[in-house]
């Protein structure tokens, strides 16, 4: 009897795009959480600083912390960030959201460009699992499109894709979505994404870690599994790998 993965593959019609998750699916919720996260809190007053000095930076700056003023506004214990949406004043709260993992697009905006020195300085590398890259390539050669879906920024996937120590992956990637085309967890999101590919939902299978993202895929009408890295093989409805597919 086919493994659910073979099940999956084998259903009508044959996924004609793969949107994949980052964190937990595609690579090691640890890389995030003890590598980027901290590199991003420690480098966050020396980035605003020089961001603030360079005239493109600085508007980029301007932009991200207007849209994080309004977001302040709704919140409960933040730390003070006087005359908001003064960047000068920002850093605390920036901190406070870190800490909180909070899936803001202007937080994200702002740690991807803190990151995107940390990759070209050589102090980070990407990860990934050992089998995402073979089933890329393998979804690739059945003509299948491969596209991320993260709550990180756009530029942060590409930095993480394209900084692995096996090379660049970027090549073999067809997009990328953020948080800019809408949350996660609302079934709307991945209607959108559908369309941009020119796809209908039903054409995309979507993996991810998290069940409530698999759940509002799947009410989008999309085709979509949860994967589950500790697991040692697939289980009934769960993936422990891309292997099988």
Same mark, same amino acid.
């Given at each position: 009897m086919a493994n659910f993965g073979e099940q999956v593959q084998k259903r009508d019609p044959a996924p004609?795009?793969?949107l994949l998750d980052i964190e937990g699916t595609t690579t090691p919720i640890e890389f995030v959480t003890k590598t980027l996260f901290p590199y991003a809190a420690r480098e966050?007053?020396?980035?605003?600083? $020089?961001?603030?000095?360079?005239?493109? $930076?600085?508007?980029?700056?301007?932009?991200? /912390? /207007?849209?994080?003023?309004?977001?302040y506004e709704k919140e409960t214990g933040a730390p003070e960030w006087p005359a908001r949406p003064d960047p000068q004043g920002a850093q605390g709260y920036l901190e406070w959201l870190i800490e909180l993992d909070r899936k803001s697009t202007?937080?994200?905006?702002?740690? +991807?460009?803190?990151?995107?020195?940390?990759?070209?300085? +050589?102090?980070i590398k990407g990860e990934v699992y050992d089998d995402v890259w073979p089933a890329v390539r393998?979804?690739?050669?059945? +003509?299948?499109?491969? /596209?991320?879906?993260?709550?990180g920024s756009v530029l942060a996937q590409r930095l993480l894709f394209s900084h692995l120590p096996e090379g660049d992956m970027t090549a073999d990637l067809d997009g990328y979505f953020d948080t800019t085309t809408?949350?996660?967890?609302?079934? $709307?999101?991945?209607?959108?994404?559908?369309?941009?590919? $020119?796809?209908?939902?039903?054409?995309?299978?979507?993996?991810?870690?998290?069940?409530?993202?698999?759940?509002?895929a799947i009410a989008s009408g999309m085709r979509a599994v949860r994967i589950d890295r500790g697991l040692t093989e697939d289980a009934s409805g769960v993936l422990a790998s891309f292997r099988s597919l």
């Amino acid at each position: 009897m086919a493994n659910f993965g073979e099940q999956v593959q084998k259903r009508d019609p044959a996924p004609k795009a793969y949107l994949l998750d980052i964190e937990g699916t595609t690579t090691p919720i640890e890389f995030v959480t003890k590598t980027l996260f901290p590199y991003a809190a420690r480098e966050l007053g020396p980035f605003l600083r $020089e961001s603030l000095n360079d005239p493109q $930076e600085r508007l980029a700056l301007i932009s991200d /912390c /207007c849209l994080l003023s309004d977001e302040y506004e709704k919140e409960t214990g933040a730390p003070e960030w006087p005359a908001r949406p003064d960047p000068q004043g920002a850093q605390g709260y920036l901190e406070w959201l870190i800490e909180l993992d909070r899936k803001s697009t202007a937080l994200k905006s702002i740690q +991807g460009r803190i990151w995107e020195y940390g990759y070209q300085s +050589g102090r980070i590398k990407g990860e990934v699992y050992d089998d995402v890259w073979p089933a890329v390539r393998r979804w690739k050669g059945s +003509g299948a499109k491969v /596209c991320i879906y993260s709550s990180g920024s756009v530029l942060a996937q590409r930095l993480l894709f394209s900084h692995l120590p096996e090379g660049d992956m970027t090549a073999d990637l067809d997009g990328y979505f953020d948080t800019t085309t809408g949350p996660k967890r609302d079934p $709307e999101s991945y209607r959108r994404i559908a369309s941009t590919l $020119e796809l209908t939902p039903a054409d995309v299978l979507f993996l991810s870690d998290v069940q409530e993202e698999v759940d509002a895929a799947i009410a989008s009408g999309m085709r979509a599994v949860r994967i589950d890295r500790g697991l040692t093989e697939d289980a009934s409805g769960v993936l422990a790998s891309f292997r099988s597919l």
